[in-house]
């Protein structure tokens, strides 16, 4: 088939019927004559998560304080099933993960209970492509532990600005690394990395292995189990349509099992103990011993719908929709756009590309507002970046058509010269 060809209505029609069986569509809010495209920042609101929201309030309104151990729902082990019904997401036992706190508290309180710079291991391995806040939390550690960042944080540097080599990250690891950090998805490129063989070369060096996995969860599957990696922390409110500020998660292998946190806190106590009120810490006994204060249930709430729904689909049929849509995508950028200036950083090979396109155009800025008075939803990244994500639940095959036929129109009209080239306060 010619890139013609594969540039039309017909063509776009087709694939939706080849992958439809996993589109939920019809289960979002989906504003009219709107596109979004920006998933892999905020996934839209489900009915289901929408419903369990209510469901919360009802629980609050109805049972009052009773509510942590009454009701449909009871409050008190809620963060443990909202655990249990993630982990296959990210192919680990129930007990290994909890939904807990945000991606940087997280990151913190991991670091809190695993960092302990001693026997001459006393770096942290990152690399300079990271989302900015994993760094800040590294190097705010390394100062607690009274270290200098600049000479205790190794970042592993990129070829093109753009990806990672894994043999560039295990050259990294040397003697006076103690844990690597690093993103399952690049959030700019969306290349996927090799997290087991970076988790393999790890160990192999006696250097404990974490995982940021905000980019990644919801959109790829993982075997964290299999690939016997240390821990790893996310945000939900992305892939997995959690809602702004929906409360994050953390995976914790059962062999640390037993580790006394960093930061304690009540609620990481022993179910069975925790109304003891006993200035003696009993921590609980799989990865809830990692929580501090009570959660924040109308932030969890949403979850519960949510994961229902991604589980009714599964992860290997949305990551198999997903792939068609960003391969779709990123054909039509090349073929359709390239005469424009626009180029594709991210990995054209499916098992190294995660949940979105990566373009680059030097009026990226401009060219994302002129996307959006086109009533399509993009993510723009300084200095030149644009971040297209077709969600496997709810976009559609023709809307990655329309989006690049739209896009055609922008710079064949100059509609782009309307706006400035710079960022919106919030990108």
């Given at each position: 088939?010619?890139?013609?060809?594969?540039?039309?209505?017909?063509?776009?029609?087709?694939?939706?019927?080849?992958?439809?069986?996993?589109?939920?569509?019809?289960?979002?809010?989906?504003?009219?004559?709107?596109?979004?495209?920006?998933?892999?920042?905020?996934?839209?609101?489900?009915?289901?998560?929408?419903?369990?929201?209510?469901?919360?309030?009802?629980?609050?309104?109805?049972?009052?304080?009773?509510?942590?151990?009454?009701?449909?729902?009871?409050?008190?082990?809620?963060?443990?099933?909202?655990?249990?019904?993630?982990?296959?997401?990210?192919?680990?036992?129930?007990?290994?993960?909890?939904?807990?706190?945000?991606?940087?508290?997280?990151?913190?309180?991991?670091?809190?209970?695993?960092?302990?710079?001693?026997?001459?291991?006393?770096?942290?391995?990152?690399?300079?492509?990271?989302?900015?806040?994993?760094?800040?939390?590294?190097?705010?550690?390394?100062?607690?532990?009274?270290?200098?960042?600049?000479?205790?944080?190794?970042?592993?540097?990129?070829?093109?600005?753009?990806?990672?080599?894994?043999?560039?990250?295990?050259?990294?690891?040397?003697?006076?690394?103690?844990i690597v950090i690093l993103s399952g998805?690049?959030?700019?490129?969306?290349?996927?990395?090799?997290?087991?063989?970076?988790?393999?070369?790890?160990?192999?060096?006696?250097?404990?292995?974490?995982?940021?996995?905000?980019?990644?969860?919801?959109?790829?599957?993982?075997?964290?189990?299999?690939?016997?990696?240390?821990?790893?922390?996310?945000?939900?409110?992305?892939?997995?349509?959690?809602?702004?500020?929906?409360?994050?998660?953390?995976?914790?292998?059962?062999?640390?099992?037993?580790?006394?946190?960093?930061?304690?806190?009540?609620?990481?106590?022993?179910?069975?103990?925790?109304?003891?009120?006993?200035?003696?810490?009993?921590?609980?006994?799989?990865?809830?011993?990692?929580?501090?204060?009570?959660?924040?249930?109308?932030?969890?709430?949403?979850?519960?719908?949510?994961?229902?729904?991604?589980?009714?689909?599964?992860?290997?049929?949305?990551?198999?929709?997903?792939?068609?849509?960003?391969?779709?995508?990123?054909?039509?950028?090349e073929t359709e756009l390239a005469e424009?200036?626009?180029?594709?950083?991210?990995?054209?090979?499916?098992?190294?590309?995660?949940?979105?396109?990566?373009?680059?155009?030097?009026?990226?800025?401009?060219?994302?507002?002129?996307?959006?008075?086109?009533?399509?939803?993009?993510?723009?990244?300084?200095?030149?970046?644009?971040?297209?994500?077709?969600?496997?639940?709810?976009?559609?095959?023709?809307?990655?058509?329309?989006?690049?036929?739209?896009?055609?129109?922008?710079?064949?009209?100059?509609?782009?010269?309307?706006?400035?080239?710079?960022?919106?306060?919030?990108?």
């Amino acid at each position: 088939m010619t890139a013609s060809e594969k540039a039309t209505k017909a063509y776009a029609i087709e694939l939706e019927g080849r992958y439809a069986g996993t589109s939920r569509r019809n289960e979002f809010y989906i504003q009219e004559d709107i596109i979004y495209f920006d998933g892999n920042s905020l996934g839209l609101l489900s009915k289901r998560a929408e419903a369990s929201v209510h469901a919360m309030m009802d629980s609050w309104k109805t049972h009052g304080i009773d509510g942590w151990m009454q009701g449909e729902c009871p409050w008190f082990q809620l963060s443990e099933e909202l655990g249990a019904s993630m982990a296959p997401l990210i192919g680990a036992k129930p007990e290994e993960v909890i939904v807990t706190g945000s991606t940087t508290s997280n990151l913190h309180q991991l670091l809190a209970t695993f960092f302990k710079p001693e026997n001459g291991r006393t770096k942290i391995l990152a690399d300079e492509l990271n989302f900015p806040t994993d760094i800040y939390a590294i190097q705010s550690q390394l100062q607690l532990h009274g270290l200098n960042p600049a000479d205790h944080l190794i970042q592993v540097k990129s070829r093109d600005g753009q990806t990672l080599h894994t043999e560039d990250i295990v050259e990294a690891m040397t003697d006076d690394v103690a844990i690597v950090i690093l993103s399952g998805v690049l959030y700019r490129s969306g290349q996927v990395l090799n997290m087991e063989k970076v988790t393999e070369a790890a160990h192999a060096r006696g250097i404990l292995v974490g995982y940021d996995l905000c980019h990644s969860i919801g959109a790829i599957p993982h075997a964290l189990d299999a690939w016997n990696a240390d821990f790893a922390f996310w945000c939900n409110y992305k892939h997995l349509n959690g809602g702004p500020g929906a409360t994050g998660g953390i995976y914790m292998n059962e062999k640390h099992f037993g580790t006394q946190p960093g930061l304690a806190g009540w609620f990481g106590s022993a179910k069975d103990r925790q109304f003891d009120m006993s200035h003696t810490f009993t921590p609980a006994e799989g990865a809830g011993f990692l929580q501090m204060g009570t959660p924040h249930l109308l932030s969890s709430a949403p979850l519960i719908g949510a994961l229902e729904l991604m589980n009714e689909v599964g992860i290997e049929a949305i990551r198999e929709r997903s792939l068609a849509l960003t391969g779709y995508l990123q054909e039509l950028i090349e073929t359709e756009l390239a005469e424009y200036g626009f180029t594709v950083t991210s990995p054209k090979n499916d098992e190294d590309r995660g949940g979105h396109v990566f373009a680059v155009h030097k009026e990226a800025a401009r060219i994302c507002k002129a996307l959006k008075a086109n009533g399509i939803i993009p993510d723009f990244r300084t200095p030149n970046g644009i971040r297209l994500a077709p969600v496997a639940l709810y976009n559609t095959f023709e809307e990655v058509l329309e989006t690049v036929t739209i896009l055609k129109r922008i710079m064949d009209e100059e509609q782009y010269k309307q706006f400035e080239n710079k960022r919106e306060v919030v990108a």
